[in-house]
């Protein structure tokens, strides 16, 4: 019915050059809102997740994929609620020994997706405010050197949810 | 001729028979194709005292009857030491009725300082209530540690409270005469434990 209706009211082909401006103003604002959010989330976080962290043990690792739609950045800081520090650590094998070391900072190459899994890159949360169990969630902020900061919920899972040993 | 047909048969058996010995010896004496390597002569640990997560003694003899999968590691580890705990549960649920009551699953801990027995009590029961914890003082975890090719070093300073230690990531497997029989090699997961030990299990 409106689609006739509109038909109809087409019939009329002169536009005054006020009404090409309106229009033409009217599709700029909606690039800007449309590119806008990709703008502010060239980043995001999947895929996080703490390991449920045995009794008495007051140090737990996490995982998270960052991906980076946008130019390289840097990964320079993580903090959670429920860990006094956290640290970003590499495991690095050496002379058959399995060493963490700890990395002041992590680039993010453009355009790619940056994995923290177990025996591999991960946060190391220390000095825990209380045990973490399975089902929990822990609010972490992901900042990076660009200045954009990701709030992101970590949820915990049960220490054999890792699967692979890797 | 009939000599002759009797000493042809004669070599033709004895080449089936010396084919069929080197075959067989072949056979039992090929390293299986495993993520690690089986020692080509079983080691015996020097004598040692260690104290189990119940805080009994616990000696090489105790090794005997039963095969035991050992990984040194430490509580205070929060990556690595929690994935293969958890690893070494999903291979135990993954072992035969049989294999599981043949089996144990022990955490050697190489930070003796602060493991202490009702620490890893707490800690290894997290990942399977009969996993077991052993620990001691530094000279005698170095014999377990040598006999079973295991290293591990306290690189940082162990004033503070959650200083890390670096180890092996191997996991050794001690067969039912308490030997070192075989060495699996990172990075573990059940299904590749599980391949590799009852290859070596089938072999003994």
């Known amino acids: 019915m409106s689609a006739i209706q509109l038909d109809k009211t087409v019939d009329k082909p002169e536009i005054s050059a006020r009404e090409v401006m309106r229009i033409v103003a009217v599709a700029a604002l909606a690039t800007i809102l449309m590119i806008a959010p990709a703008w502010a989330d060239q980043s995001f976080i999947s895929d996080a997740w703490i390991r449920a962290t045995p009794p008495g043990v007051s140090t737990a690792a996490g995982y998270m994929k960052v991906h980076n739609e946008g130019p390289a950045l840097k990964l320079v800081t993580v903090s959670c609620d429920a860990a006094g520090e956290v640290q970003l650590h590499q495991h690095i094998m050496e002379d058959g020994l399995m060493r963490m070391e700890q990395l002041p900072e992590i680039t993010v190459d453009a355009n790619t997706v940056l994995e923290f899994k177990p025996g591999s890159l991960h946060l190391m949360l220390r000095r ?25 919920q970590f949820s915990v899972r049960a220490p054999g949810s890792s699967g692979n040993a890797r | 001729m009939m000599r002759k047909l009797i000493f042809v048969l004669a070599c033709l058996v004895a080449l089936a028979a010396g084919a ?65 705990l958890a690893v070494f549960s999903q291979l135990k649920n993954m072992l035969s009725d049989t294999g599981r009551a043949n089996t144990r699953f022990y955490l ?97």
Not at chain 2, 55 to 64: I, K, L, R, S, V
Not at chain 2, 175 to 203: C, I, M, S, W, Y
């Open chain 2, 108 to 204: 050697v801990s190489v930070d003796p300082a602060r493991d202490t027995p009702e620490r890893l009590h707490d800690y290894v029961r997290f990942f399977d209530p009969e996993f077991r914890g052993l620990t001691g003082p530094v000279r005698e975890l170095d014999k377990l540690t040598a006999a079973a090719g295991a290293l591990y070093v306290i690189p940082g300073d162990t004033d503070r409270e959650d200083y890390l230690v670096d180890h092996s990531s191997t996991v050794t497997l001690v067969n039912p005469e308490g030997k070192v029989h075989a060495v699996f090699t990172a990075p573990h997961t059940a299904e590749q434990l599980a391949r590799d030990l009852t290859q070596v299990v089938a072999r003994w």
């Open chain 1, 128 to 152: 825990l405010k209380q045990p973490l169990a399975a089902g929990d969630s822990v609010a972490c902020t992901v900042r990076f050197d660009d200045g954009s900061v990701i709030e992101q």
């Open chain 2, 20 to 84: 069929w010995l080197s075959s067989w010896v072949q056979q039992r004496n090929a390293s299986p194709d495993i993520q690690g390597m089986v020692l080509s002569e079983p080691r015996a640990f020097e004598s040692f005292r260690m104290t189990d997560d119940a805080g009994a003694a616990f000696t090489e003899a105790d090794f005997q009857g039963h095969w035991s999968l050992l990984y040194f590691g430490f509580t205070y580890c929060p990556d690595i030491c929690p994935m293969t």
